[in-house]
């Protein structure tokens, strides 16, 4: 396959599905109230379920650091800050647990 050809059904293929939500937005209004807020939590789980066991397995040894970053942002989220204070939060914990026991 030629390369050029490559990429671009690659990049098509990457992009669909963060575009077809934005075309779908009328059809989610008419779905029931429990249907639709799982589908705007969909993104976000997605997210976690490829982050955590990465943050578990980053740091090899030192697996609790990161698990500290994410408990951290777990906490920052649950209290309803923002997510860019939950990200800072987690980064400087992490970073921090790592500079206290390495």
């Known amino acids: 396959m030629n390369k050029l050809l490559m990429i671009v059904v690659c990049a098509a293929v990457t992009m669909l599905p963060r575009i077809v939500p934005f075309f779908a937005s009328s059809a989610l209004s008419k779905l029931p109230r429990f249907v639709r807020k799982c589908m705007l939590i ?9 982050i955590f066991p990465l943050a578990l397995t980053d740091f090899g040894a030192l697996w609790y650091c990161g698990l500290v970053g994410v408990m ?23 970073t921090g647990m790592l500079i206290a026991v390495g």
Do not use: C, D, R
């Not at 969909?42 to 490829?50: D, R, T």
């Not at 951290?72 to 992490?94: D, E, N, Q, R, W």
């Open 42 to 50: 969909l993104p976000v789980a997605a997210l976690g379920a490829l």
């Open 72 to 94: 951290a942002a777990f906490i920052t989220s649950l209290l309803k800050g923002p997510m860019i204070l939950a990200i800072v939060i987690a980064l400087l914990s992490t």
